[in-house]
């Protein structure tokens, strides 16, 4: 009796035994590594194929969410030219600058030339008095034959340097683009427009100036100074007044008087420089108002109200 109730035990331990080394074949992830389950791996027969498992899809992936692809580096753009500042209302008009200031000690006297000049250099030098040149670079869109080799000159003999535009009716942006390529140190080189009778058929319009001035500024942030005589000051104070370039700029005044005594405030409170001798005067009365030494008397002669360190300090195209 007892033998066979331990029989049946030792049969039921071995069925235990056995069914506890069969590997699911389902599951990969099972975690048996006794030598029971190494055997059991050998074997050619399984309880169940492979094939036959279910398969567990879980839960699908979501559709990614899609990634832009980086925005390439943007190109940089170079800064648009301010638009210029009006200068402040300057001081009311000083009259004492406006009689015969040319005999003041204080002044500086600047000539301006073109190539019907003649400039002996070594007698101008004489004259301390005399400290820049302004030279006619280009008239309509040609270039003045004497320019480039008179700056030369000036410039290794220390004078300041300036050069002027004779606008000529028609081909604005041709004659501006001519003007900037005659300029090679802009920093140093006074630029300026010569606007002479404005209403002439030959001449540049007002209207041709501020398209020739505004591309000059696009083109390089600098803004001109503005010759004009008595007559053309008086038209550019009532068509230009609102106009923030015209207010910023220099007014180079030509009136070949020893005394000014309507000076035509407006956009302009006084001259940065005075043009008070030239051809013009010194030819009908046969002396001129001022005469610097090396030249004739058809050169243009011109006044700063103030000593040289107070030009150099202006001399620019702000």
Known sequence: MKSDLLKKLLLLFVLMLTFACVED?????????????DNSSSDTTSLKGESDCPVDQGDPDPDPTPVPDPAPDPVP??????????NPDPAPTDQSSLSHPWTNANTTIIIDAYEGNVIDWDKMASDKKMVAVIHRSSIGTRVDSKYVQRREVALNRGYLWGAYHL?????????????????????????????EDTGASQFM???????????????????????????????????MKNSALFQQSKLWYARFKSTVSDFPAGIWNNYFLWQFSSEINCSRTGSCLYNVPGTTNNMDINVHNGPYRDLASIWNND
């Open 77 to 86: 753009v170079p800064d648009p030219v301010p638009n210029p500042v009006p």
């Open 167 to 195: 606008g000529r009716r028609g081909n604005t942006i041709r004659q501006a683009e001519l003007f900037l390529s005659l300029i090679e140190d802009m920093d140093n080189t006074l630029m300026i427009l010569d606007l």
């Open 25 to 37: 074949p389902c599951n990969k992830d099972n975690s048996t590594t006794d030598s029971a389950s």
């Open 205 to 239: 319009s007002i209207d041709e100036a501020e398209i020739f001035m505004n591309y000059i500024y696009e083109k390089t942030g600098k803004v001109l100074t503005v010759y004009a005589n008595h007559s053309t000051t008086k038209m550019l104070n009532q068509r």
